[in-house]
């Protein structure tokens, strides 16, 4: 995992946030829930991971896989019949890796009222090769001050993540050097 993400020689053109963003429907059925009857959380996340996937593929144009899922958030419980919405987007592209945010709303599938946001999570994709080795991917254009906004607020979090993996790596190798077994 490196902490720069130069671009490599002979650049692959950009693309626009808007170019791949998805969203994926789903109906919640009585096989989706947990023990206490609502929707098991599971089942949300590879929602997430499946909506984050199909944009990491579109915008990378070819396979990706997931690097990390992280600040997976459920704001309110979803019910059976619920028709859960996930919205996700490219936020942010590193050398071979993207960042995809995605909103998780949910509404009753039968009545009109407005879809509610029930969680939210960050996940990063690495597009990989045939050989599953990462490869370049298209730097995402944000358009829109909503997609500038969260292209800025990921680039925070690459930071946090490089630096919270750098310290504990750095932290595992002095207790080692220290002859410390755990
Ligand atoms: C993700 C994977 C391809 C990374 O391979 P690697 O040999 O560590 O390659 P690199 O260190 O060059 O990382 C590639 C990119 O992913 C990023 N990355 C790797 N691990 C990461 C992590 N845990 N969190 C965030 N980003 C990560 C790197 O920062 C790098 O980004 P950049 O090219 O934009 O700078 C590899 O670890 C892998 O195949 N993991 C299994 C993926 C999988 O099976 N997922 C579930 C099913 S889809």
Known sequence: MTDQ???PEGDIPGKPT???????SHI???????????????VIMKLVDDAAG???????????????MDEMVFLEPVRVGDLVHVRAQVNWTGR?????????MAERWNESTPAQQ????????????????????????PETERDKRRYQE???????????RRAIKELREKR???????
């Open 28 to 42: 919640m059925t009585g096989s989706d829930t947990n023990l206490l009857g609502t929707v098991h959380g599971g």
């Open 118 to 141: 029930v969680g939210s999570a960050y996940l990063v994709f690495a597009a990989v090769d045939a050989d599953g080795r990462p490869r370049p991917v298209p730097q995402v254009i």
């Open 18 to 24: 808007a170019a791949s963003r998805t969203t994926l």
């Open 176 to 182: 080692a050097a220290d002859g410390i077994e755990d």
């Open 5 to 7: 993400a130069p671009r």
């Open 96 to 104: 071979s890796s993207m960042e995809v945010g995605v909103r998780v």
């Open 154 to 164: 990921a680039q925070i979090r690459r930071t946090h993540r490089l630096a919270r």
């Open 54 to 68: 199909a944009v990491a593929g579109r915008h990378s144009g070819g396979p990706a896989v997931t690097a990390s």
